[in-house]
């Protein structure tokens, strides 16, 4: 009993971290109406920068007063960056769309730290005073306690201004009824930039103190807004107070989890404690908090009608999808090696991708869990096929099936979680998965478990199939035209699918659920059907990605390259085939980054901080994506030569351009 | 003849590089009340926009009280003095109605009193927040809060909307008597021509994103087939 | 029969009854007004009988119970309805919007679609692009349409699911004199054409002129019901409609703030009979 007190105490440092993070989180939705995924980022940012300053990194060394100051001048000028650059551009955008943005910054900042400080997890030293105390006759760090209530001065600080002060009442105008403020003489701009700054600050502040606790590293403080969102959503992305008790109780539980699972009686795999039962927790919490609080978000009055990226409909299909066919076959051979690989990864990436066209682009639903349902049935086709003996593509077959069945049942509890809020949920889903699932070394393993080559009677199909192109290198070119063949198949299904009935019905519940079931639309057949979809193109790209490398690594499939597949994807065009594809060729190991890498020496990282500033500027300046621009120009162009010849224009007809029929050109599956 | 209030002319604005109205010319002057009459989709609602900036204008120029206003933010007009009441009311539902007549910008302080002697239903009302109001009783709230703000020009847009007749009966007289009061300048925006032309001292017909027609109120009252010309799309005579 | 039958349906929303006990029924090729003060619960009621909200009571089409099935198989069943806010699919041009109430989803057709089968757009769409005179607005992206434009779109997707009653909810709203008098005409075709209709409007010249029955509703209950005629001069709509403000409007401002009720939006509220 003594021992589980102690744990609980002990949580109270990450918890007051998580409700630090929290708060940033709720302060920065009601200024500025955006779910900030990049709140721990900024609070790993500021920690990188307090270690930097206390370790002598710049080439000197201040003491850790003025280290502190300096590391949250970084935070606050980080703010100022994110407010400028991405809010205030971004201010009239869709909910999902800003979403994105804060996934974009989230990207940047991970890739700026890694660059300016490298890969190694660095230990800052503590701000606070290290003493112990001796609570109901159990020693502890004083730290712990002086955190929590630190974090809840904080909560009663924000409280309070928010409640009492011309500020705080404004801020709550602003973000009901943004429109009504600016009419009435507030400016937003103003209300988002205190209420960004505060956040960053809050952030930055937990960031520098609660660092000796965790490790400040690329990763575990920008991941930890994941608890910090459970957090938020039990309060309602509204209330402070709650906001931080859920923060504190879970860095509790969490600590508490983790001291059960070093019990004896605690399951184990292979001789280790279950692993990832705190992002399960996480999870968990996150369903239960769903299920209090409603699935939906309040809502601001926002100043402009946000459109949805446009989903044009496809009128030529067949040509340029052989056209893309050949030209990727005759590159197939001809290519070296090593470029034959980064197109056989492209493909691969294409494939991942087009799930997200169908459940995001067309259904309007971000599911961050879809690629690691690839990596479910990744690891599924390693058991299918070694096992249970079974041959190709039998096995293929069935991994693809279980892990689109475990997709399906995901989505179907889902089903009343939509918008960010699926967004948020999905993604604590897909980190439990990466770690309890993937991380358990009898399902999967960081360690990779091995897949056979296809072998289709007697044929290999694989990458060490004896046809080995023009330069006689491993990995094959069968394998290759094995992958084009299914990317082609998927590209023209998810491109005509935009043309069916279920497609116009997918669209249909994208724009207006309640209109849509009006109007005689099962909206929770049509998302099913999208989730089923979504989910076994996936699959099949996950039993690619098992084929390709021989084997299959829980590093692949982790929840940071599912957002960052995302980015990809909306750089290139969520809605479209010709999206999937360039966002393809832009994906981890694919054509562009390689030839990137070969070319210019440019590294992954470089790429990550491309990924991540591309993804912000495409939300600003393009929202259509690449391929949406290219599909605009040509309709455009079009429209232009149709008026050209038209000679006589018939009568004034003041709408005259709207009735052209632009909407019924389009070649989709360009590459 | 003193300053107008606000002077608009060659006025043209519309969405996505669209044109809605194109070369519009009007002027209110100190205490009038000006009607802005038109069709569905004739452009009023964009022409109030362009005036307080939620909308940008593709040419032409807004003139306030003699100071061009060019490309001055939505803000910064309500700030100098432009109070908007959008259509949808623009009142914040979670706030009290007394904390709507709290709200202002920096350095602000609102008339309460005024909004209460005007709307003598809201001060019963103070603790109450607005999405419990009544749809009449946020419109009052939002017009409230518009004259709290001592406006030197009022632009208000279909206050009838989803309201019934009486309720805008009730209303429109209490525009007319603040103008009065007050000498704040009117644009009206209203679907109930006869209603509108009752209070206005002028009145503008929008067709087609064009003035077609402007006269006397009481002309226009009069002459109700320039004003069926004007929503028919036909020429003016 | 009655293609719509409606039995004491009664919707709250915590604690406050929206509608208490409100039957009503549309026979065949009949125009049934629903009319009443703001806040009356007009849209509640619509809601509740294409189940968007949950409510107490019996909806029966064609005699068919509908109680308890989900808002879209009430749809498929028959029972149609547009929205205040004409709530288009913004990514769809006007006839792809048609065609999601024209279209019989199925499994077996989803599948020929999906191996390449060309579907022909549904014939009812056309009929109903021509009922509303929009022929030339087939191929314009939704949100291109002005707002008149988009109730009529509405009202013609509706009409598109071939119904046995459409539930039309302020049509007419933001529509000049001329076109609600157009819309009017067209909405008076369609129901003679065999299509039940039940409309809800403040425009009184549009109800009373082409309905055949009007039911009225205040503070959730149904104050009076039978032929516009009849309706007119109700002594019980005339109070409700009229009250005893409506000859003095400023005194009538400072009584309506004497009674604040939160059931009660507009507790004196309302339309004259007779605008024009």
Known sequence: ?671 | MSTPVLEVSGLTAGYDGAPVVRDVDLTVAAGQVVALLGANGAGKTTTLKAISALLRPMAGTVTFAGTPLDRIPAATRARLGIAHVPEGRGIFSGLTVAEHLRLGHRGERLDEAAAYRYFPVLSRLKDRRAGLLSGGEQQMLAMGRALARRPKLLLLDELSLGLAPIIVEELLPVVRRYADDSGCGVLLVEQHVGLALEVADHGYVLSHGEITTHAAARELDADQARIVAGYLGEHPV | MNVLSVQSVSVSYGGVHALSEVSLDVGQGQLVGLIGPNGAGKTTFVDAVTGLVTARGRVALDGQDLTGLPPHARARRGLARTFQSSELFEDLTVTENLQITADRPSWWRALGETLGRRVSPDSAATQALSALGLEDLAHASAHQLSQGQRKLVGVARALAARPRVVCLDEPAAGLDTAESAELGRRLRAIADDGTSLLLIDHDMSLVMGICDHVVVLEFGKVIASGPPAQVRTDPAVITAYLGASAAQPTAASQQHGGTPSAEGPSKVATTTPEPS
């Open chain 1, 1 to 671: 009993m003594d021992q589980i007190l102690l744990f609980a105490v002990l949580g109270l440092g990450q918890g007051a971290l998580i409700a630090g993070i929290a708060l940033g989180v709720v302060v920065t939705y009601r200024g500025s109406g955006i779910i900030n995924l990049a709140t721990g980022a900024v609070a790993m940012a500021s920690a990188y920068i307090f270690w930097a300053l206390t370790s002598g990194f710049f080439g000197f060394t201040l003491p850790t007063v003025a280290a502190l100051i300096g590391a949250l001048v970084a935070a606050l000028a980080i703010g100022v960056l994110i407010e400028v650059a991405v809010f205030r551009p971004l201010r009239t955008v869709s909910p999902l769309a800003k979403l994105a943005a804060s996934l974009g910054i989230l990207l940047t900042l991970q890739a700026t730290v890694l660059l300016v400080f490298g890969t190694q997890p660095q230990q800052a030293p503590s701000v606070l005073p290290g003493e112990t105390v001796t609570v109901l006759g159990i020693t502890t760090p004083a730290d712990r306690f002086l955190l929590t209530g630190l974090v809840i001065a904080i909560a009663l600080a924000l409280g309070a201004l928010y409640r009492w002060s011309r500020f705080g009442l404004a801020t709550r105008a602003a973000s009901e009824n943004e429109q009504a403020a600016l009419l009435a003489g507030l400016s937003p701009n103003g209300i988002s930039l205190a209420n960004t700054l505060l956040a960053a600050l809050v952030a930055g502040l937990l960031g520098v103190l609660a660092a000796p606790i965790v490790q400040v590293d690329s990763i575990t403080l920008p991941l930890q807004v994941v608890p910090a969102l459970a957090a938020a959503l039990f309060a309602g992305f509204t209330s402070l107070w709650i906001a931080c008790t859920a923060g504190i109780l879970i860095g509790v539980l969490q600590s508490i989890v983790y001291f059960l699972s070093t019990q004896s009686w605690f399951p184990t795999d292979n001789g280790n404690a279950m692993p990832g039962l705190q992002q399960l927790l996480v999870f968990v919490l996150m369903v239960v908090a769903l299920y209090v609080r409603g699935a939906g978000l309040p809502r601001r009055g926002e100043a402009v009608e946000q459109r949805l990226p446009a989903v044009p409909l496809p009128e030529r299909l067949l040509r340029p999808a052989l056209l893309a066919a050949v030209v990727a076959a005759a590159a197939l051979v001809v290519l070296p090696f090593d470029f034959r690989q980064a197109l056989t990864n492209s493909m691969i990436g294409m494939v991942i991708v087009l799930s997200y066209v169908v459940i995001t682009g067309y259904v309007g639903q971000i599911s961050v869990m879809q690629l690691a349902i690839s990596g479910t049935a990744g690891f599924a086709l390693s058991h299918v096929a070694i096992q249970l003996r079974v041959p190709f593509p039998f096995d293929a077959l069935g991994a693809t099936l279980l892990a689109t069945l475990l997709g399906v049942a995901a989505g179907i509890s889902a089903l009343r979680v939509r918008g960010v809020s699926l967004a948020v949920v999905t993604l604590a889903a897909a980190l439990a998965m990466e770690q309890a699932l993937f991380g358990n070394t009898s399902f999967g393993g960081t360690a990779g478990v091995s897949v056979p080559p296809p072998r289709l009677f007697g044929v290999n199909l694989g990458p060490g199939a004896d046809f080995r192109g023009l330069d006689g290198n491993e990995p094959s070119p069968m394998f290759g035209f094995l992958v084009l063949a299914v990317t082609v198949v998927l590209g023209l299904y998810v491109a005509h699918l935009r043309r069916t009935g279920l497609g116009r019905r997918m669209l249909a519940v994208r724009s207006n659920e309640r209109a849509a079931a009006a109007a005689g639309v099962d909206v929770r057949a049509v998302k099913i059907a999208a989730f089923a979809i979504s989910s076994f193109i996936a699959s099949v790209a996950g039993t690619l990605y098992g084929y390709n490398f021989g084997s299959v690594s829980a590093a692949r499939f982790t929840a940071l390259a599912a957002l960052g597949l995302i980015g990809f994807a909306y750089i290139g065009g969520i809605t479209m085939v010709s999206g999937a594809v360039i966002a393809g060729l832009m994906s981890t190991e694919a054509l562009l980054p390689h030839a990137l890498d070969k070319w210019f020496g440019i590294k992954g990282t470089w790429a990550l901080l491309f990924g991540g500033v591309s993804l912000i500027v495409t939300l600003i300046a393009n929202p259509d994506g690449i391929a949406g621009a290219g599909h605009r120009r040509r309709a455009a162009k079009r429209a232009a030569r149709a008026a050209a010849r038209v000679s006589e224009p018939d009568g004034p007809h003041p709408e005259g351009e709207h009735h052209a029929p632009a909407a019924l050109d389009t070649t989709e599956v360009a590459s």
